[in-house]
């Protein structure tokens, strides 16, 4: 289907927004992400980290194609991604 423009990005905010929604939910019921030294305050690391699928990983083969995981760096920040699947 062809949507006018404007149409096309209120249906890519929207599912941006529902995406991000089931993430945090998926992220808190694991207690978030524990990648250096984080703890909860009952002293137990996070576990929503080893469903992670390119963080730290530059370098290696995407799971789901044959590209490479890529890091970027913005403003001190590292941005993982693969070239393939996030166009």
């Not at 939910?25 to 524990?34: D, E, T, V």
């Not at 137990?44 to 469903?51: F, I, T, V």
């Amino acid at each position: 289907l062809h949507y006018p423009l404007r149409r096309q990005r209120q249906m890519c905010i929207r599912d941006s927004y529902y995406a991000i929604k089931e993430i945090l939910n998926k992220a808190l019921k694991s207690r978030g992400s524990s990648i250096d030294t984080y703890l909860d305050i009952w002293g137990n690391p996070g576990k929503y980290s080893y469903q992670h699928v390119v963080y730290g990983k530059d370098g290696h083969f995407c799971e789901y194609c044959p590209n490479k995981i890529m890091r970027i760096k913005k403003a001190n920040r590292s941005i993982y991604f693969c070239p393939g699947c996030q166009q």
